[in-house]
């Protein structure tokens, strides 16, 4: 089982500002499968990110990742105040699909 | 626009049974691979099966194999998750999740929508 790992648990920032979330796996993450996912209070995941740098439909373009093998990175150029919430990381290359613990963003 | 709306969930007591569906619109149901992901404030996210779009090819986390069966009814638009022998530690809430492309695979899946989940509590 690829487990993943992200850092920081939270993050503090204000809005504007720049937020990189990173996400490690105990192993390779095969073709870079690997999707990151947004998540406010009381609501469903809403995905961002898929093969590590591919943004989902209608996901702005403030919003990037990057990475390959078993490091990779979300990163959030400005932060706008719809932008605090948990953030996970997904590896899909193999079984079972695993998630990180996720990373909170939140209002310093 | 894509709606999943997952029902079904409730109280069960330990060792019982438990059918989650998943009904879903607004988009061709039977070209997608489809999942079931449950969260629970103690584990987070934890992907539980997945199921192609035909429905001949399925997979489970090992946490439920053996326990659990996804299946699938294209002519009504339905996803389903049958649980039986439930432990405490099932407790959770449980998405129906769509995966991203038409035809895609069910192995390698990524969740594009995913409905707003509905709560199963296994407890006496």
């Known amino acids: 089982e690829i487990v993943l790992t992200q850092s920081p648990d939270t993050l503090s920032l204000s809005p504007g500002e720049r937020a990189t979330l990173s996400c490690r796996a105990s192993?390779?993450?095969?073709?870079?499968?690997l999707a990151w996912y947004q998540q406010k209070p009381g609501q469903a995941p809403r995905l961002l990110i898929y093969g590590a740098s591919s943004r989902a439909t209608g996901i702005p373009d403030r919003f990037s990742g990057s990475g390959s093998g078993t490091d990779f990175t979300l990163t959030i150029t400005r932060l706008e105040p719809e932008d605090f919430a948990v953030y996970y990381c997904?590896?899909?290359?193999?079984?079972?699909?695993?998630f990180g613990q996720g990373t909170k963003v939140e209002i310093k | 626009e894509v709606q999943l709306l997952e029902s079904g969930g409730g109280l069960v007591q330990p060792g019982g049974s438990l059918r989650v569906s998943c009904a879903a619109s607004?988009?061709?149901?039977?070209?997608?691979?489809m999942s079931w992901v449950r969260q629970t404030p103690g584990k987070g996210l934890e992907w539980v099966s997945s199921i192609s779009g035909t429905g001949s090819s399925t997979y489970y986390a090992d946490s439920v194999k053996g326990r659990f069966t996804i299946s699938r009814d294209n002519s009504k638009n339905t996803l389903f998750l049958q649980m039986n022998s439930l432990r405490a530690e099932d407790t959770a809430v449980y998405y129906c999740?769509?995966?991203?492309?038409?035809?895609?695979?069910?192995?390698?899946?990524?969740?594009?929508?995913w409905g707003q989940g509905t709560l199963v509590t296994v407890s006496s």
């Open positions: 999740a769509k995966g991203e492309r038409p035809g895609g695979s069910a192995y390698h899946v990524v969740f594009e929508y």
């Open positions: 607004g988009f061709t149901f039977s070209s997608y691979a």
């Open positions: 997904q590896q899909y290359g193999s079984s079972p699909l695993t």
């Open positions: 192993q390779s993450v095969s073709s870079s499968y």
